[in-house]
């Protein structure tokens, strides 16, 4: 699966999975509940700003950034990401490499949303033992006149509450999805190399945007 289609179905998902009727207050910490918390605000902007249904990415670049991204763990994802490499990145190059790939995340998250055709969510029970701290919710995204496609969120609870990880589509993890490619980058310029070339990502992405 290609990383365009790859973080559509992902970011569709955590954007789609809304009311499946009122939970008590003292559940709203749940990570299940959090990813509907956070789907249901933004699936009532799309709804209701005009500007974004007539194509602004600038205005849903910024409720992405506002509304998704505060619930994801990029040094987690970006380590992943990197494998074995990152051990030897020192501590300025780890923290390039999480801000160029949020930036690079930013960007295709919100042209992802851009694909919203009134998918339909459903989530699986999350069985939530006392102290656990790394979960999976369990979804499916329900397409009409398709097979349904299973989503599953990785989330870990540290200080800053429960924070998204990984996002696994049909059985494929999007850290791993990535992995290949990076690799690839450091092998052929080290971890310099891979920054310079999210960042050429990044420039390009934000030309691509200026354009249209």
Same mark, same amino acid.
């Given at each position: 699966m290609g990383i365009r289609n790859f973080i559509r179905f992902g970011v569709l998902g955590l954007?789609?999975? #809304?009311?499946?009727?009122?939970? #008590?207050?003292?559940q709203e910490t749940a990570p299940d509940i959090l990813v509907r918390n956070v789907t249901e605000r933004v699936l009532d902007t799309l709804r209701r700003d005009k500007d974004?249904?007539?194509g602004n990415n600038e205005k849903l670049m910024r409720l992405v950034e506002a509304e998704i991204l505060p619930h994801f763990n990029f040094n987690r994802m970006t380590q992943l990401a990197v494998g074995r490499d990152w051990r030897q990145a020192s501590a300025a190059q780890q923290r390039q490499l999480s801000e160029e790939f949020r930036i690079l995340l930013v &960007?295709?998250?919100?042209n992802a =949303?851009?694909?919203?055709?009134?998918?339909?969510?459903?989530?699986?029970?999350?069985?939530?033992?006392?102290?656990?701290? *790394?979960?999976?919710? &369990?979804?499916?995204?329900?397409?009409?006149? #398709? &097979?349904?496609?299973? =989503?599953?969120?990785?989330?870990?609870k540290g200080t800053g509450g429960?924070?998204?990880? *990984?996002?696994?589509? #049909?059985?494929?993890? =999007?850290?791993?999805n990535y992995r290949e490619t990076f690799a690839a980058e450091v092998r052929q310029g080290g971890i310099d190399g891979l920054v310079r070339s999210l960042q050429t990502k990044n420039r390009a992405n934000v030309a691509a945007g200026s354009a249209k």
């Amino acid at each position: 699966m290609g990383i365009r289609n790859f973080i559509r179905f992902g970011v569709l998902g955590l954007c789609l999975i #809304a009311g499946t009727g009122v939970v #008590a207050q003292q559940q709203e910490t749940a990570p299940d509940i959090l990813v509907r918390n956070v789907t249901e605000r933004v699936l009532d902007t799309l709804r209701r700003d005009k500007d974004i249904q007539n194509g602004n990415n600038e205005k849903l670049m910024r409720l992405v950034e506002a509304e998704i991204l505060p619930h994801f763990n990029f040094n987690r994802m970006t380590q992943l990401a990197v494998g074995r490499d990152w051990r030897q990145a020192s501590a300025a190059q780890q923290r390039q490499l999480s801000e160029e790939f949020r930036i690079l995340l930013v &960007r295709t998250y919100s042209n992802a =949303l851009l694909g919203y055709k009134d998918q339909r969510i459903e989530v699986k029970p999350l069985r939530l033992a006392q102290g656990e701290t *790394d979960v999976t919710v &369990r979804t499916q995204i329900m397409q009409p006149g #398709a &097979r349904p496609i299973q =989503l599953d969120y990785s989330l870990e609870k540290g200080t800053g509450g429960w924070k998204v990880y *990984d996002v696994v589509v #049909a059985g494929v993890s =999007l850290v791993t999805n990535y992995r290949e490619t990076f690799a690839a980058e450091v092998r052929q310029g080290g971890i310099d190399g891979l920054v310079r070339s999210l960042q050429t990502k990044n420039r390009a992405n934000v030309a691509a945007g200026s354009a249209k």
